[in-house]
């Protein structure tokens, strides 16, 4: 993997980790959409949910600096399928949008609800991070019901590559 700009690295994560949600949010049976382990943890919906009115609310700082402006972010849809192709056509419109800021851009001065100061570059990384640490809590709900196979967790190391691939160690 080589990035030659920052903008190139972060859609490779943002939008990675967003498609590769939605997609296997679609392996979810309806029962298992609101399932939990415990009370205090997120649903599939909910993490869903969340990742897509963030993004929706974070582009929409970027384009538009002058928060007065904005608009609350739409009502999300309920139905599963539904939900995903919002997931979808929100990594396309960052696509989109990512492939045309400029380093130029990123240092544009916004404010988040008002409070601030923060940078388009920063809006670009709380999506980073934010669809990141959604898809992890989502995965955690996925391994939990059994859709990534039955076989304890093998965590893939590094000593065991590089005795693999180089015989080090």
């Not at 940078?119 to 709900?141: C, D, E, P, S, W």
Request: glycine share 6%.
């Amino acid at each position: 993997m080589v990035f030659h700009e920052e903008l190139e690295a972060d859609a490779f994560n943002l939008l990675g980790h967003l498609r590769a949600m939605a997609g296997n949010l679609r392996k979810l049976t309806p029962e298992h959409w609101d399932w939990t382990y415990a009370p205090p943890a997120p649903t599939p919906r909910v993490i869903a949910i969340h990742t897509l009115a963030w993004l929706q609310c974070d582009r929409q700082h970027i384009l538009n600096p002058d928060v007065t402006t904005h608009s609350p972010v739409p009502e999300p849809p309920t139905e599963p399928e539904e939900i995903c192709r919002a997931l979808e056509r929100e990594a396309d419109e960052w696509e989109h949008l990512l492939k045309r800021l400029t380093p130029n851009d990123l240092e544009g001065d916004r404010k988040q609800f008002g409070f601030g100061p923060i940078n388009v570059r920063g809006f670009v990384t709380h999506m980073v991070q934010n669809v990141i640490y959604k898809h992890g809590q989502f995965a955690t709900l996925y391994f939990a019901l059994g859709y990534d196979g039955d076989a304890p967790y093998e965590a893939p190391f590094p000593n065991p590559i590089y005795k693999e691939a180089l015989g080090i160690g």
